[in-house]
């Protein structure tokens, strides 16, 4: 008989609270890690967390924690599948912190990767001199929609029924699959992690439309309708500009990405002559207030670790993305700092130079020239 | 004993009619020259302007007109002193509706130029092939702070103390001054056209404030306080870029130009520790309401006219300007025209490939190599 399925958080964020919570009251053991051990000191005193759920009756009560930890040698020790759930920003980091201690059949899932994660976790553990047999794997997007509300506490409001997931190679997105099944049967095969990144609809919306209300954000702290208000005929053409240029780039490297206007019908079933129109057609939208500044992941997250790898593999392969080059230079300009130059680059992603046919290649079989 | 100066204002917007009624009541015979014959015909119909003015005592009553016209022939037949009041972007049209008809003698202002106006305006008359010599001048701001209420109607608010003013060649700066000068003590000697193009403060507030505020703008129909809300402080680290980089290419040039703080202080008498604070130090920006939409000139004057050349002087002469060029292009998106091309390139001035020296010879003696 298999033994137990081991997890290990990696993240106490709200989401990563969320999902050792869920996963603790599923049954299985779960080990949650945090860089900084102060900010998990509550839950490790109280040996777990407290999870209240809006959609899902095993999702509610006191998840005892295995263990608690902000080492990373303790928290990979038993692990089998590794749930990453940090900003996409500190994905290389956990990668180099990771690499001296992963053995092989371990599999680790970045909860999401935004665009290119899995690819750049992949590079740093090579370039970290990892070579234990590791599946890394990356989620489209966050399969909870939840909040943390104290130290030790969670709340789940939604939790998504499809979320595509896709392993580096491809060919054991499958294997991935199996393993996660018992526990989120919601996840689902995406084709490869190109789809994945590609289809990152955040990257379209969020620093756009916080850029073109940036006045209006600071000077009212985000008290308004970002998606209601914040969208409007000229932003939405913006909106669309930048999509078209993510769909082209994903299209070159033979990837058919779903646009924002499909995705908000698939979604949310909301429809429109056009994304303006759509957008405001979404009752989802209605009720979500801006960011209360723009020190905010929708432009620190969003712009290095989305809209720079997209803007790097449309210069590579011969797209133009001068929409999404204006909003990372505002990006730049806003918080004074290059983001072209901490952001995901090709030669941070080992994707310098290689040819449509070797990116394919490399993302199906983990074949590299 | 030398005539009286005779006088054609071209344009009668709110900027036009002003100043045709008040040559008209300083005693001048003014022609008022309209492109569209049905806009001009209830000036026609009562021979003149009524205006009423806040603070010129001779700025007040009835500016009979010696003629209102749309033929370009006539209102240039007698004309001393064409005083083109129309926006930047028709200039070009101007110059080539008046190069059939233009005499030695005649002086042209542009008032203002917005950037590379008059050089844009001197390269069109020599395309046209016209060979008469006339000085072609322009200011850097409008005189005047107007509006105009009905049709035979104009109200002004303000009249600028100091208004600087380039000839090109520079060396004819001082003889349109002393023409205008009756009638005009405030207009002074701008150095060449290169200072009073690039002392542009239009160019850096208005596109980029327009379309950091977009959705605001768009949601709300204006309705709310233009600098005073619009201004923050991510939107001042934009402003402040755009200015650096407009002194950058100045420096390039050799032009010490103004700063927009250095401008806030010297005109409005506002400081501060950056452009936000002293944009909410500086009461004359309390109160001003923001477009009703964004089809406005804030966009379709001040990028093509201001933003293009300021970049295209840029490029030639090596001067990063990445800030104008993501506002640039985030306007074409949301205009759907491609302003780059539209817009005052060096091949439309005439100046694409002279060196610096050889621009300087052109600007300062009127000399192309």
Chains 1, 2 share one sequence.
């Not at 899932?109 to 794997?137: S, W």
């Not at 909040?147 to 939604?158: E, H, K, L, T, V």
């Amino acid at each position: 008989m298999e033994r137990e399925t081991c997890y290990t958080v990696v993240g106490a964020g709200h989401g990563g609270k969320a999902m050792a919570a869920h996963l603790a009251l599923m049954g299985y053991p779960v080990t949650l890690f945090n860089r900084t051990a102060a900010h998990v000191a509550g839950i490790q005193a109280r040996g777990g967390i407290q999870l209240t759920s809006a959609d899902s009756k095993d999702g509610q009560g006191f998840g005892a924690l295995r263990a608690v930890t902000s080492s990373m040698d303790q928290a990979l020790a038993e692990a089998d599948i590794v749930m990453i759930v940090v900003p996409a920003c500190a994905h290389q980091d956990i990668a180099r912190m990771a690499a001296p201690y992963l053995r092989d059949g371990q599999i680790l899932v970045l909860n999401p990767g935004r665009t290119c994660g899995a690819i750049e976790f992949v590079h740093t553990l090579r370039q970290e001199g990892c070579t234990a047999d590791v599946i890394v794997a990356e989620t489209g997007t966050f399969i909870y929609a939840s909040r943390s509300d104290g130290p030790a506490q969670a709340r789940i409001f939604r939790t998504k029924d499809a979320v595509p997931l896709a392993a580096i190679p491809a060919t054991r997105t499958a294997q991935v699959l199996d393993r996660l099944c018992p526990a989120y049967p919601q996840f689902i095969a995406g084709e490869n992690v190109l789809h994945t990144s590609l289809n990152n609809m955040g990257a379209i919306f969020h620093p756009a439309l916080t850029l073109l209300n940036a006045g209006r954000i600071e000077s009212t702290h985000g008290d308004y309708q970002f998606y209601i208000e914040g969208v409007t005929s000229s932003v939405s053409r913006v909106l669309e500009t930048l999509d078209r240029e993510r769909v082209t780039i994903a299209a070159a490297l033979g990837v058919r990405a779903v646009t924002a206007m499909e995705w908000l019908q698939m979604a949310y079933d909301a429809r429109g002559s056009g994304l303006n129109e759509a957008i405001h057609n979404n009752p989802g939208y209605y009720g979500i207030k801006a960011p209360a500044n723009l020190e905010h992941r929708y432009i620190f997250e969003d712009v290095p670790m989305s809209l720079v790898p997209i803007a790097a593999l449309g210069r590579q392969y011969g797209v133009q993305t001068k929409g999404i080059e204006s909003i990372v230079r505002l990006a730049c300009i806003v918080h004074g700092t290059d983001y072209w130059r901490t952001g995901r680059t090709l030669d941070k992603l080992g994707l310098l130079g290689l040819s449509i046919s070797e990116l394919t290649t490399y993302v199906m079989e983990g074949i590299l020239p």
